[in-house]
């Protein structure tokens, strides 16, 4: 149906940056809504970041001013810029269409 596939996580020590992408395939349906999600360690999944068709963007408060969720021209791949990255942004990041289809997640650990 759709696939999403996630790249660019790793380690990364606390101020860093890291540049996350999702690259889309559905022959079906377009992703009018897509996100970036994480799960850290003994803590629920919590959406990070929201783009819609019409590029409205939400962000989690703790991000805002620090990550930048943008898409393609193609709207067929969805990026999370991450800058000044701290140690409690480590987490396991899923890349999300339509609030119903998930990424095999990618980690990204901040630590020194």
């Known amino acids: 149906q759709v696939q999403l596939v996630e790249s660019g996580g790793g380690l990364v020590q606390p101020g860093g940056s890291l540049r996350l992408s999702c690259a889309t395939s559905?022959?079906?349906?377009?992703?009018?809504?897509m996100g970036w999600y994480r799960r850290a360690p003994g803590k629920e999944r919590e959406l990070v970041a929201e783009i819609s068709g019409s590029d409205i963007r939400n962000y989690l408060d703790s991000v805002k001013g620090r990550f930048t969720i943008s898409t393609n021209n193609a709207k067929n791949t969805v990026y999370l810029q991450m800058n000044s990255l701290k140690p409690e942004d480590t987490a396991v990041y899923y890349c999300?269409?339509?609030?119903?289809?998930w990424g095999q997640g990618t980690q990204v650990t901040v630590s020194s």
């Open positions: 559905t022959r079906t349906f377009s992703c009018y809504v």
């Open positions: 999300n269409c339509n609030r119903q289809h």
